[in-house]
C-alpha cells in the first residue's frame, strides 16, 4: 500500500506508463547532479515529470523521505560492502582493493550529487549522523588495507583519513574533467598515497 500522507494522494497523472518511486528517486538524483538539493522540491519534480505532486504524495510522505533515499541510492552507488566484498575477491594485494574501491566511485557517481549531499548534511542532523556513520565504516575500511601493506595501527589510521580525504574531495578536484581524466589523476595521487 502506498505511503499516506496529509495530502490526499491520487493516481499519478501521467500521459504514459504510471510513475513509480524510483522515477522520482532518479528525476531527483539528476537535478541533485548540479551540486545542490535546492532543486530537489515537489513542484519542480513534477514538472519536469509532467505529473502533478498528487503523483509523489502516492509514493513519498515528505520531501525528507526523498531525501533519506537519495542518501540510500547514494550509498548503494558507493557500495562500500558491494565494492570491498568485490575487491576481496577480485584481488588479495590491498593496494589494488583501495583502487577498486576508488575508481568505482568515479565510475558510478559523474555528477555533484555527494557534494549536494554533504553540503545539505550541515543543516540536516539526521542526514549528517548517516554520512558520518558511513564514513567511519569506510574509514575502518581504508585503514585496514594500510595495515595489510605493513603499516602499524596509528599511522594506517592515519593514511586511511588522508586516503578517504582524497576520494571525498575527487569530484570537487576534477569534476569537470572526462571520467578517463579523472580515473587517470586518481590513479596517480593512489600511486602517491601508497608509497607513503
Not at 530537489?40 to 513534477?46: E, F, R
Not at 557517481?109 to 548517516?130: F, H, P, T
Not at 565504516?137 to 595495515?147: D, G, K, M, S, T
Amino acid at each position: 500500500m502506498p505511503a499516506q500522507s496529509k495530502i490526499k494522494a491520487a493516481k499519478p497523472q501521467d500521459n504514459g506508463d504510471r510513475l513509480g518511486r524510483e522515477d522520482w528517486i532518479l528525476a531527483a538524483w539528476e537535478s541533485m547532479g548540479g551540486g545542490s538539493l535546492d532543486n530537489v522540491k515537489v513542484n519542480i519534480l513534477a514538472k519536469k515529470l509532467g505529473v502533478t505532486r498528487g503523483s509523489f504524495y502516492w509514493h513519498f510522505k515528505s520531501r525528507q523521505e526523498l531525501i533519506d533515499a537519495l542518501l540510500d541510492r547514494w550509498f548503494a552507488i558507493l557500495g562500500l560492502r558491494e565494492a570491498t566484498q568485490g575487491a576481496l575477491t577480485e584481488t588479495d594485494d590491498p593496494k589494488e582493493q583501495l583502487w577498486l574501491i576508488f575508481s568505482r566511485v568515479i565510475r558510478n557517481i559523474n555528477a555533484g550529487q555527494s557534494v549536494a549531499l554533504r553540503l545539505y548534511a550541515a543543516k540536516d542532523g539526521k542526514l549528517r549522523r548517516r554520512i558520518e556513520d558511513e564514513d567511519k565504516r569506510r574509514l575502518i575500511h581504508y585503514a585496514e588495507r594500510f595495515e595489510r601493506m605493513g603499516h602499524k595501527q596509528e599511522r594506517a589510521l592515519e593514511l586511511g583519513r588522508i586516503y578517504m580525504a582524497v576520494v571525498v574531495s575527487e569530484y570537487l578536484r576534477n569534476g569537470a574533467r572526462s571520467r578517463q581524466e579523472r580515473l587517470d589523476a586518481a590513479r596517480q595521487i593512489h600511486e602517491t598515497l601508497i608509497s607513503l
